[in-house]
C-alpha cells in the first residue's frame, strides 16, 4: 500500500467507525418496549440564524452535541434548536410508538420522519397553532411515529419565545393511554380541590361579609387559571381557538395571581392596622407593580412579558412570606399560618423559576413544585381561616360573659355613683372649692407610661369643669384619655367624674378592651343617668390604648390630634371619628378603632377646644371676623412644629405663654406625650 491510498483508508475506517457508534446510541423498539426518557439519547444542534432546513441538518454532522441527562433545558433561548434520534425497530407486532414533549408553551414544533421512498413526513405542532390541529389530542404535544422496518434517524425543530425546556419520551400506545388515564384524574383531584376552596370561602363570605374570604377566592381563582394553561389545559379546554391569548395569557395570570396573593394577605393579616410601614411595603412593592406589569404584559411582546412575570412571581412570593414573618414575629395567629403555607409556596415557585432559567434539570420536581406548594397553602390557610372563626366565635363568647357581667358592675357603680352625687349636689353646688378639689383628686397625681415622657395641663373655666383626661396604668395595659362635656360648671364636672369613674372600673376588669368596646360601654352605663340630671348634656371624648414599638390604638369623635414627626420635623393632624357620648343609647355601631404610629422623638399632643376657641383680648364677641382673632388651629400647630424637638414641659409652657395673650372663656385641657425611647 503506497501513501496515495491512505486517505481513501482513513475514510473507509472512519465510516465503518460511525455506525458502529450510532449503533449503540440506538433506541431499540421491539413488543416489550412500554417507555423511555430517551434524552440522554438524542443529539442537538443550535440554529442561531433559524434558517437551517431539514436537508441542511441532515447533510451536516458538525456541531451536534450529546444531552448529559434525560430533559433539556435552554431557559429563554431565543435561537431555535435541532435534534436527531435513531429508532430500530425490531417489533413482530408492528404498531409504532409516540414521541412526547413534555412542554406544552413551546411555539413551533416540527418532527422529520424519513420515509423508505425518500424524503421526509412533517408533523407540526405548538402553541401558536389551533389546539384541535394537533395529530393527538393531549395537553403536551404527542406524535406518534408509525412503525418501520429497519433503523430511521427522526429529526425535530424546536423554536419559542418561552422557555426552552422538556423532556422527550417515548410511549407504546398501551403505555401512553395508561399514562394519560392515571395522569387526568390527578389533574381533576387537585383542580377538583382548589374549586372546593374557592366555592367554600365563597359561601363564608356570604354567610360572615368579610372581605379576606372574597380575596382569597379570588386568590384561588387566579391560581387555578395559572396552573390550567402552565399545564395546558386551559388551551385544551377553554380557550382552543383563541391562539394569541393562548400565547399571552401565562405572564398576565402570573402576575395576577401574585396580585390577588397580595391582597389577601394584607387583609388576612390586617397590616393596615396592625403593621403599618409593612403595610405600605406591601401594597407599593408587590401588590401595585403586579397589578401594573399583569397589564403591561398584554401590551409587551411574549419575551419580555415572562421574563418580567417570572422575576415578579419571585420578588412578590419574598415579600409576601416576610410579612408573615414578620407577623409570626409578632405572635399573630394568621402569620403563622402564612409562614407554614408560603414555606411551601415559596420552595415551589423557587424550584420552578429556577428550572425555567435553565439553572434547575427539568424533573418530577420541579415539574409539579408549584402544584404541589399551592395544594399545601390552600389547605393550610384553609385551616387558617377556619381557625379564625374559631377563635372569634370563643372571643365572642368570652367577650358577652365579660361584657354582661362588666354591664351589670357599671350600671350598680354608676347607679351608686349618681345616688350619691344626687344626694350632695345641693350641698356640692354650694361648696364649689370642695367640688374643685374632688375634681382635682380624680386626676392622675404622677401620670407615666414606659417609654414616654408627658406633660399635662387643667384649668376650668369655672370653679368646677367638665374637661377631662387621663393617664391609666392596668396590668401592663397603659391608656390616654381626652374628654370635653359640652358646657362647664357643676353639671359639667358631675358627668365628666361619672365618666372617669365608669372608665376606670371598665379597665380595671377588662384591661385587653378595644377602644371603641370601651366607649360602647361607657355610652351604655352614663347616658341614662344624664337625662337623671335634666341636663342636655354630651361629651367629646377620644381613648388611645397604647401598644409596643410605638403603636396606639385609639377610638373617639373629639378634636384633632396633632402629632410632630421628628424625622422631618413638622406636624402632622389626625382627625378623629366616631360619636359623641350621651347622645344616644347605644353607638356601638359607630365607633371604630383606628392606629397611629410614633417614632423616638416623636410628640403627641391632644387637647380641648378651650386653646383653640379662646379670643384676643379686645376682640368683640359678636364680630364677624372673630375667627381672625381666635387663637385657632394653625397657630397651635405652629407652636408644636417649632417647639416639638424640646421637651413635653417646655412645649406645654410654651402654649401657655402664647395663650396668656388671649382671654378663655372654656376650660383649657392638654396632654403633651412624646416617645423617648
Known sequence: MNLRQLPVVALLILALAVPLAADSERIVIDDSFESMEIGDRVDFVEDASQKLTIDDIAVDSAGWKRSAGTSFNFGFATPAYWFRFTLENRQVNEKGVYLEISYPMLDFIELYIPQQSGGYLVKKSGDHYPFYDREIVDRNFIFYIPPGAGTLTCYLRIQSSSSVNFKPILWSQRSYLRRVNTEFPLFWIYYGLMMVMVLYNLFLFLSIRELRYIYYSMFITAFILFQLTLNGLAFQYLWPNLIWWANNSLPFLMCFTCFSAGVFVRSYLDSKRTFPRLDRVLFYFSIVPCFVWAVASLVFSYRISILGATFMALYSAIIMYGSGVVGFYYKSRAGRYIVIGFTMLVIGVAFFVLKTFGLLPTNLLTQWSIQIGSSLIVVLLSLGLADEINVMKKELEVLNVNLTDMNNNLEQKVWERTRELEQARDQIWGEMQLAKKIQTILLPLNPRIPGYEISAY????????????????????????????????????????????????????????????????????????????????????????????????????????????????????????????????????????????????????????????????????????????????????????????????????????????????????????????
Open 458 to 677: 387643667m384649668s376650668p373655666a369655672d370653679d368646677v369643669g367638665g374637661d377631662y383626661y387621663d393617664i391609666i396604668n392596668v396590668e401592663g395595659s397603659d391608656w390616654v384619655v381626652i374628654g370635653d362635656v359640652s358646657g362647664h360648671g357643676v353639671p359639667a364636672g358631675i358627668i365628666m367624674m361619672m365618666v372617669q369613674t365608669a372608665i376606670h372600673t371598665a379597665i380595671v376588669q377588662n384591661p385587653g378592651l378595644h377602644p371603641s368596646q370601651l366607649l360602647a360601654v361607657i355610652n351604655r352605663s352614663i347616658t341614662e343617668n344624664i337625662k337623671q340630671l335634666s341636663e342636655d348634656k354630651y361629651m367629646t371624648i377620644t381613648v388611645f390604648a397604647a401598644h409596643r414599638e410605638g403603636r396606639f390604638h385609639f377610638s373617639g369623635l373629639h378634636q384633632d390630634v396633632m402629632i410632630y414627626r421628628a424625622e422631618r420635623s413638622d406636624t402632622e393632624v389626625i382627625s378623629t371619628n366616631g360619636m359623641w357620648l350621651g347622645i344616644m343609647d347605644d353607638i356601638s355601631g359607630y365607633v371604630c378603632d383606628e392606629t397611629l404610629s410614633m417614632d423616638v422623638g416623636d410628640c403627641m399632643l391632644v387637647y380641648t377646644d378651650g386653646i383653640t376657641e379662646a379670643r384676643m383680648k379686645g376682640a368683640v364677641r359678636d364680630d364677624p371676623n372673630i375667627a381672625e382673632f381666635m387663637f385657632g388651629d394653625k397657630r397651635l400647630k405652629d407652636i408644636l412644629t417649632r417647639l416639638g424637638s424640646r421637651s413635653t414641659e417646655e412645649i406645654k409652657n410654651g402654649i401657655l405663654d402664647d395663650l396668656a395673650e388671649y382671654l378663655c372663656n372654656d376650660d383649657v385641657t392638654m396632654v403633651v406625650l412624646k416617645r423617648v425611647e
